[in-house]
T-cell receptor, first 113, second 112 residues
Framework: ETGVTQSPTHLIKTRGQQVTLRCSSQ?????VSWYQQALGQGPQFIFQ???????GRGNFPPRFSGLQFPNYSSELNVNALELDDSALYLC????????????FGPGTRLTVL | GNSVTQMEGPVTLSEEAFLTINCTYT??????LFWYVQYPGEGLQLLLK?????DKGSNKGFEATYRKETTSFHLEKGSVQVSDSAVYFC???????????FGKGTLLTVNP
C-alpha cells in the first residue's frame, strides 16, 4: 500500500476521443510524475509536476497534458486518442528533496478501440 | 541519453533456486539505481535501491550492488519463493530530476 490512488481502474475509449485520468498522491507529496507502460514494456516517463507547474517532459506530444492541484491530486489528459495510446498509465508521487523515493499508484488501464 | 538493459525473460525457477537478473545501464554522471517489482494487476513497488558506487541495496532477501566499473546492478536472491513470481524492472534516475528510466522488465515465475 503506497498511499497513492488512481481512477478509474479501467477505461475504454475510441480513437479520436479525449480522456482524463486521475491520481491522488500522499499528503505532502508536492511532486507527481506520470508514466505510460505499454504491454510487455517498461514504463516511459511522460511528464512531472512540481507545485502545480510542469517540471520536465519526456518524448510525448502536446496532446498529453496534465494538471496538479493544491490538494495533492493530479490529472493526465490525452486528446485525440490513438490506438497506440492503449497502455497502463501510472502516477508516482514524491517529496521534494527525496527524488529517490517515489510511490506508484496501481495504474489506470486505458484501451483505445 | 540514459538507458537500461536488463535480461530478457521469462525466467522460470523452482522454489529455493538461486536467482540472478542482469541489469546494465548507460548514463552520464552518477545515477541512482533501483529495482522495482510489479505483481500481477498491481502498480510498481520499490524493491531496493543504491545511490552511489559500491552501495548494496537489499530487501526481502533480494540484493544488488552498484558496480560503476561494469555499469551494472544485477539482482540476486539466494532462495526464491512462489510468492516472488512477478515482473522485475531495473531503473535509474540520473541528474537533478525525478525522471526514472526503466528497462523492459523480466518476468519471473517460481514453481513449487
Amino acid at each position: 500500500e503506497t498511499g497513492v490512488t488512481q481512477s478509474p481502474t479501467h477505461l475504454i475509449k475510441t480513437r479520436g476521443q479525449q480522456v482524463t485520468l486521475r491520481c491522488s498522491s500522499q499528503s505532502g507529496h508536492n511532486t507527481v510524475s506520470w508514466y505510460q507502460q505499454a504491454l510487455g514494456q517498461g514504463p516511459q516517463f511522460i511528464f512531472q509536476y512540481y507545485r502545480e507547474e510542469e517540471n520536465g517532459r519526456g518524448n510525448f506530444p502536446p496532446r498529453f497534458s496534465g494538471l496538479q492541484f493544491p490538494n495533492y491530486s493530479s490529472e493526465l489528459n490525452v486528446n485525440a486518442l490513438e490506438l497506440d495510446d492503449s497502455a497502463l498509465y501510472l502516477c508516482a508521487s514524491s517529496l521534494a528533496g527525496d527524488q529517490d523515493t517515489q510511490y506508484f499508484g496501481p495504474g489506470t488501464r486505458l484501451t483505445v478501440l | 541519453g540514459n538507458s537500461v538493459t536488463q535480461m530478457e525473460g521469462p525466467v522460470t525457477l523452482s522454489e529455493e533456486a538461486f536467482l540472478t537478473i542482469n541489469c546494465t545501464y548507460t548514463a552520464t554522471g552518477y545515477p541512482s539505481l533501483f529495482w522495482y517489482v510489479q505483481y500481477p494487476g498491481e502498480g510498481l513497488q520499490l524493491l531496493l535501491k543504491a545511490t552511489k558506487a559500491d552501495d548494496k541495496g537489499s530487501n526481502k532477501g533480494f540484493e544488488a550492488t552498484y558496480r560503476k566499473e561494469t555499469t551494472s546492478f544485477h539482482l540476486e536472491k539466494g532462495s526464491v519463493q512462489v510468492s516472488d513470481s512477478a515482473v522485475y524492472f531495473c531503473a535509474l534516475r540520473g541528474g537533478s530530476n525525478y525522471k526514472l528510466t526503466f528497462g523492459k522488465g523480466t518476468l519471473l515465475t517460481v514453481n513449487p
